[in-house]
T-cell receptor
Framework: AQSVTQLDSQVPVFEEAPVELRCNYS??????LFWYVQYPNQGLQLLLK??????LVKGINGFEAEFNKSQTSFHLRKPSVHISDTAEYFC???????????FGTGTSLTVIP | KAGVTQTPRYLIKTRGQQVTLSCSPI?????VSWYQQTPGQGLQFLFE???????NKGNFPGRFSGRQFSNSRSEMNVSTLELGDSALYLC??????????????FGNGTRLTVT
């Protein structure tokens, strides 16, 4: 079975400051890893994904994440946040086949002017 | 290219009623997945359809069912509604080859309120 834990439910951060959103996962098989963002009253948008290869992956809007297999973590980072980054962020895993994703409960990022 | 379209955007139903939600995937996408999003449970997988066949199913009671048509459009049905079914229901489509080659594209959801 797979499960995802997002360690912080809410993260306030000042504009132009760096931010890290933490994600840990548990799985008995190898998985793919994803970060999605959800803006109010909208669906989820893919930020980035780790499939294989380099453990540091870059996504849209200046976000990046690092896969750490030994710590089963996939933390999301951005060096300088903007007001427009205020949203809900979801970490997710999936097995190699099929489209059944397992999501964390989300982290609400609030950027303070 | 048009995105994933879900209709209606909002629904209000009474306990005991049934409801049907609709999802039109991105053109060319053959896989449609459904997720339930609630504040307490987060996003939970309901089921996935590929080429009109249910390929995966989550841990939901039989009151939740779905189907996919030959044009890849999908419907989700919930019978005998309960208050706990109030949620945002999200549909996602993909080419269906698995996450490596084909990421999920989500619609904006249908918000169901059961009173």
């Amino acid at each position: 079975a797979q499960s995802v834990t997002q360690l912080d439910s809410q993260v306030p951060v000042f504009e132009e400051a760096p931010v890290e959103l933490r994600c840990n996962y548990s799985s008995s098989v190898s998985v793919y890893l994803f970060w999605y963002v959800q803006y109010p009253n909208q669906g989820l948008q893919l930020l980035l994904k780790y499939l294989s290869g380099s453990t540091l992956v870059k996504g849209i809007n200046g976000f990046e994440a690092e896969f750490n297999k030994s710590q089963t973590s996939f933390h999301l980072r951005k060096p300088s946040v903007h007001i427009s980054d205020t949203a809900e962020y979801f970490c997710a895993v999936s097995r190699f086949t099929g489209n059944q994703f397992y999501f964390g409960t989300g982290t609400s990022l609030t950027v303070i002017p | 290219k048009a995105g994933v379209t879900q209709t209606p955007r909002y629904l209000i139903k009474t306990r005991g009623q049934q409801v049907t939600l609709s999802c039109s995937p991105i053109s060319g996408h053959r896989s449609v997945s459904w997720y339930q999003q609630t504040p307490g449970q987060g996003l939970q997988f309901l089921f996935e359809y590929f080429s009109e066949t249910q390929r995966n199913k989550g841990n939901f009671p039989g009151r939740f069912s779905g189907r996919q048509f030959s044009n890849s459009r999908s419907e989700m049905n919930v019978s005998t509604l309960e208050l706990g079914d109030s949620a945002l229901y999200l549909c996602a489509s993909s080419l269906g080859q698995g996450p490596y080659n084909s990421p999920l594209h989500f619609g904006n959801g249908t918000r169901l309120t059961v009173t």
